[in-house]
């Protein structure tokens, strides 16, 4: 009797952990990461390493968590590389005028409205999203200029740049920040009437219309929290760096898409998790950091990286390809 | 090479091929012996049909839904391959192998739906896929214009070779569909129900053009429900029911009587009233209901717990009705009263919010996001009252989709299957569960069997009554299969052109005044 059930439970568990890799590849492929790097590089497989990745990838990470939403919801935003810089300037120049956390919130204001502005575009014109924020990409670019006049401002409050380095608890406070931000994302996903409304709306929004969901509110908070999650990577990278430059941020928004999209979400929408985005995000923070200590040539790194996104998408499509088939439709 | 033959000139030179074709008029040009056709597991669509066709002829096919002339036609432009039986053309007995085998043959459809690439020219979707081309492998623009000209001229089109098919009419796309066929040289052109979106002046177009190419010696199948097209235009008439061959007629020697007698002949099955519940309050009332060139004043009233049937050709204006009724399409006069109570329904939201439900013609793409799981689908629509300051609460949420799932016994491993991955039947039940859930008081059925095999068919019919009589639901069931609309409903609306054109009780209604109802005016007819 109990070896029967000890077989149906291990069974169960199989098919639970095949489920896994089959729906979040990304993980099996961190593994296979940690695997190799740690036999290759003795500085790897290291607890200060790991707090090291996660500090290092917490500017890319949260605005991979804002844009999983987007992309869930059906729509892209390509603006949040000019948001980091955006939020990021104004942080860290308004500290002298306002002190530092009204200059903070400030900072994150801006992201939140050009976000919702986005959204409310994207909503009321109907323009495609991917055009609508390649404008807002350029334009917000542009406001950076005019307002920096291509200078650079550094933070003169040293509690800001210290901020940038801090731990609590022995964890850099970037790290928690990245982790809290995505549980949150995540729970917002998962358990809120907004989070399913976001599927749905992405996976057919003719369907949401008819459901009564008011599909234009929805798109607009996700653009919302998206700026505000951009705004948020902004400050801290510039508290990283105590200091801000109208550069800053530049492809941030490709790192970000191609963190989303390794984790499992769909271009085309009504497909991801937050769990997915964080496992794209932690492995192209592996990939560099490995390849880094490794000291594999910085442009060897980007050709590497190109290739692993293309074949990890490939391999992603022939599963589910073949799990259509098993369940056979 | 000889095959691309038509690239390089068309010789459209319709006085020589009417003096070549005089003679042989008449003569058999197409022979199809026994054609058997099987879907897996058990649907056979076609039963040993047996037909032949004349050179210079139209040849009307006409059948019930399902009677198997799609299907014919589609095994004649080579999209099915038939089981068993031989098609023989012009005294050689030929096989198709697939779609553009069949059109070099000589063997044309016209499709139903059209097909065109929106942002190309005219000539580019006629020669689609087949552009002529010059060294190296370049568009031979010179060749592609000049010929497209050619046939637009025979065709009397009143449109260029270069236009944007996105500025035509949606005739004149029918005209380029059928301008495709004549890249080729046609001996066979299929017409798949051509009039259904045209308006009248457009389809006397379509007349001359049909006529024209029978003069030239064209051999026409014309597959149509309307009754007035095919005796207007057609030679001869065959008659398929249930997937066999029933007759051939002149088209002189019979009359509507006699044809519909034909299409039908057959028990009424599938009933599945086993009594009449009893009918409550009026739930949905409808005065004048006007959609500017849809329909025209629409009147009647739906009871608790009846299931009143709307029957009609496609183009009726059944769906439109529908839309309108939810919100998706304006009315411009007229008035809905629900529970007696006058409303105004703008948007779907409304519709909702006031007890009305809509379960889509097309579940994939209005009813369904096939991406989330059954559970998810259906609590869509009423998330806001199973929230506790914004969170979801996921026993009751849970409990909701038991209910249904008991209730409507949608088959399935567990609520976490993805919509996606069930069956066409069980994704009906989860959207007829979706809408069950937000509590109607007006449930619309548009069409709530297409595409779903036999076996759950009669399930979901069974659904329908059951829905009514014990969850006192009032029903409408827009349906354009006639023994659906027998089986389920207490009353019938037919609609012919955006009219109601008959309405008959369950006692007093006939297949035979249905098809009558829905095939002709009932103002021009002296009942």
Known sequence: ?329 | MSNLDHNQSIDIEPTESIESTESTKGQVILRLENITKCFPPSVIALDNVSLNIKKGEVHALVGENGAGKSTLMKVLAGIHQANSGTIELDGNIIKLNGPMDAKKQGLLLIHQELSLVADMTVAENIYLGNLPKRWPNIVNNKVLYTNVDKILARLKCNFNAKDKVSSLSIAMKHMVEIARALVFTPKIVIFDEPTASLTDTEKFVLFDVINDLKKDGVAIVYISHRMDEIFSLSDRITVLRDGCYRDTVNTQETDEDKLTQMMIGRSLDGNCKSAMGELGDIALEVKDLSCHGRFENINFTLRKGEVLGMYGLVGAGRTEIAETLFGIRPQTSGQIFLDSELVNITSPADAVANGIALVPENRKEQGLVLGMNCRDNITMSILNKLDHMGVLRHKDELAIYNKYESELAIKTPSWSQKVGNLSGGNQQKVVIGKWLATHPKVLILDEPTRGIDVGSKSEIHKLIRKLAQQGGYAILVISSEMPEVLGVSDRILALFDGKINGEFTDQEVTEDKLVKAISFDNSKMNK
């Open chain 1, 1 to 329: 009797m109990s070896s029967t059930v000890k077989k149906i439970k291990k069974t169960s568990m199989l098919k639970k952990l095949k489920k896994i890799t089959f729906e979040q590849p990304i993980w099996l492929f961190i593994l296979l990461c940690v695997i190799g790097f740690s036999f290759s590089s003795e500085y790897f497989f290291d607890l200060n390493n790991f707090k090291n990745i996660l500090v290092q990838t917490s500017t890319i990470g949260l605005i991979a968590l804002g844009l999983t939403l987007v992309m869930i919801n059906g729509n892209i935003d390509l603006s949040v590389g000019a948001i980091v810089a955006l939020s990021a300037c104004l942080a860290v120049d308004l500290q002298a005028d306002f002190g530092m956390f009204p200059a903070i919130i400030i900072g994150l204001i801006s992201g939140v409205v050009l976000g919702a502005l986005n959204g409310l575009i994207v909503w009321k014109t109907g323009v495609d999203a991917f055009i609508v924020t390649l404008g807002a990409m350029i334009g917000i670019r542009g406001l950076v200029f005019v307002y920096t006049e291509e200078q650079s401002f550094f933070a003169n409050d040293f509690a800001f740049s210290d901020m940038g380095s801090s731990s609590i608890a022995g964890i850099p406070t970037l790290a928690l920040i990245l982790v809290g931000f995505a549980i949150l994302v995540h729970f917002i996903l998962a358990y809120t009437i907004h989070g399913r409304n976001t599927y749905a709306v992405g996976g057919n929004r003719q369907a949401s219309i008819d459901a009564g969901i008011r599909v234009g509110p929805n798109i607009v908070i996700n653009f919302a929290i998206c700026g505000f999650l951009a705004a948020l990577a902004g400050v801290t990278l510039s508290s990283q760096m105590g200091a801000a430059t109208p550069n800053l941020g530049r492809d941030f928004e490709l790192w970000a898409i191609t963190a989303v999209v390794l984790g499992g979400t769909k271009l085309t929408g009504g497909v991801g998790s937050i769990v997915g985005t964080f496992g794209g995000v932690i492995a192209i923070g592996i990939l560099r950091n490995g390849m880094n200590l490794l000291q594999v040539p910085s442009f060897y790194v980007l050709v590497i990286m190109g290739v692993i996104l293309i074949t990890v998408l490939f391999f992603d499509r022939q599963v589910n390809m073949r799990l259509e088939k098993e369940v056979g439709r």
